[in-house]
């Protein structure tokens, strides 16, 4: 990817108007605040993206240096496993493509672990990870990403339910075996596509 001006796109993956609604989802048109744990204070002097594990290319990117990455807008739909969904959310980030592109991960990588303060982290294939509309955002709707929503970086995986949209991400581990992430652990599906209804393992 090339350039600084972001390029705006609609989520590939929308399905049409009728069809738009996951199964037993319910749609708000607010943005409730679901969190593990306190919400951090993120210090911008302090703050890392880390890109390691089986890479080629040990990475850590400082605020300044992460927003000095090439740009990208992308208008999505998000859906959390607590059944509500939101249309049409508006992110402005890092595309993580343009990540992937700086680490050069290894022929064995098939898996990303998607870590944030304070210990959590959700795990994604990586055929998931490189969507074209999976980004790191800082911003929603034309504003900052607030501290309550994942500020000041979130990840975005609009395809899956909302808890592998990481807040406050800070690190990406590639992996060649997969690892199950902070609510897998603890029974939630190991995949999270809010259309075949994977809430939980077993299903």
């Not at 090339?2 to 590939?12: F, K, N």
Request: charged share 25%; hydrophobic share 35%.
């Amino acid at each position: 990817m090339s350039g600084r001006e972001p390029l705006l796109q609609r989520s590939g993956v929308k399905k049409v108007e009728e069809n738009r609604l996951p199964p037993n989802q319910v749609l708000t048109p607010k943005w409730p605040v679901l969190t593990h744990g306190e919400i951090p204070e993120v210090n911008l002097d302090t703050w890392r993206l880390h890109g390691w594990g089986r890479v080629r290319n040990d990475r850590a990117w400082t605020w300044e240096e992460f927003r000095s990455l090439p740009q990208v807008e992308v208008v999505s739909d998000i859906h959390c496993v607590t059944r509500w969904s939101r249309y049409d959310n508006r992110w402005r980030g890092v595309a993580s493509r343009e990540i992937l592109e700086r680490v050069q991960p290894l022929p064995e990588v098939r898996f990303v672990m998607v870590h944030a303060h304070g210990g959590y982290c959700a795990n994604l294939p990586l055929e998931q990870f490189v969507a074209e509309d999976i980004l790191f955002a800082h911003e929603h709707d034309g504003k900052p990403l607030a501290r309550e929503h994942g500020g000041p970086c979130r990840m975005v995986v609009p395809q899956l339910y909302f808890w592998k949209s990481v807040k406050w991400v800070v690190g990406l581990e590639f992996l060649s075996v997969e690892r199950a992430g902070f609510w897998e652990q603890y029974g939630y599906h190991m995949r999270g596509n809010p259309w075949a209804e994977e809430r939980f393992q077993g299903r």
